[in-house]
């Protein structure tokens, strides 16, 4: 199992959830990683990367076999391939090794230039995984079909953990604490990394804490489209357009 590597260029996604079928990843994801080849990147997949949970074994088959055609050529041509588990895929921890040139792990610490970067996937800082996660995986499976209606019912329910964990900092007289994912960033951080890079939440973002230390979130591929790139230590959030030219286009948090 690695959890730690050098990789100059690397491609951090989240939350594909090929195999669910109100997911649009798998017809962007051919793309993105011939990309990825073409450029020389290795690639991250940062979690909840195949719809164990919520999608029936018929639909995660039907899709996950172009994803993984496309991630085997990566492979064939030398490039890296990490698979961090999430929430949404568990059942991978019980295959934290190497599965057909895919490295499976817990989290990854990856050293790229001078900077040292710490991916996970996010969801052992939810407040409510944490506390009860039998109770969180029933309430993810009853919600599947709500995503028919309204894709981004996982960030709805982001914002309203966000919201209680504010209104708790605030009855505590603890304030600037936006969410418990930036607490458990700083807490990285000051592990000695430079940048922390989750997914779960859905919600693409950066974040600066003090000088020099940031906080990214990657974002999603459900209907969304983020994703983190590290360049020789340079670390920035980035847009998937298929219509765009192959290198993709720098964004702003705020323009997610």
Not at 71 to 85: I, K, M, P, Q
Not at 92 to 107: D, K, R
Not at 182 to 203: I, S
Request: neutral net charge.
């Amino acid at each position: 199992m690695i959890i730690d590597a050098r990789r100059e260029r690397l491609l951090v996604v989240s939350d594909l959830h090929v195999g669910n079928p109100y997911s649009a990843a798998s017809r962007n994801l051919g793309d993105f990683f011939e990309d990825a080849l073409q450029r020389g990147y290795d690639v991250c997949i940062n979690g909840d990367g195949f719809e164990i949970l919520q999608a029936r074994f018929a639909s995660l088959a039907a899709d996950s076999a172009g994803v993984l055609r496309s991630l085997r050529r990566l492979v064939d041509a030398g490039r890296s391939v990490f698979y961090v588990v999430g929430n949404h895929d568990i059942a991978l921890e019980n295959f934290l090794s190497a599965w057909s040139g895919i490295q499976i792990t817990p989290f990854l610490n990856v050293t790229s230039g001078d900077t040292r970067i710490r991916i996970e996937h996010g969801h052992l800082y939810d407040p409510s995984f944490v506390r009860s996660p039998r109770v969180y995986e029933w309430l993810t499976k009853a919600a599947g079909p709500l995503l028919h209606f309204y894709p981004d019912v996982y960030r709805v329910w982001t914002s309203y953990e966000q919201l209680k964990h504010r209104l708790r900092g605030a009855l505590r007289g603890k304030q600037g604490s936006e969410s418990p994912y930036h607490d458990a960033a700083r807490m990285l951080l000051l592990r000695g990394f430079d940048v922390v890079v989750f997914g779960h939440t859905h919600q693409p973002e950066e974040v600066t804490f003090g000088p020099s230390q940031r906080y990214f979130n990657s974002g999603n591929w459900l209907r969304g489209g983020t994703y983190v790139e590290i360049d020789h230590g340079e670390v920035s959030l980035r847009r998937w357009e298929p219509s765009y030219e192959p290198a993709g286009r720098e964004m702003r948090a705020a323009g997610c």
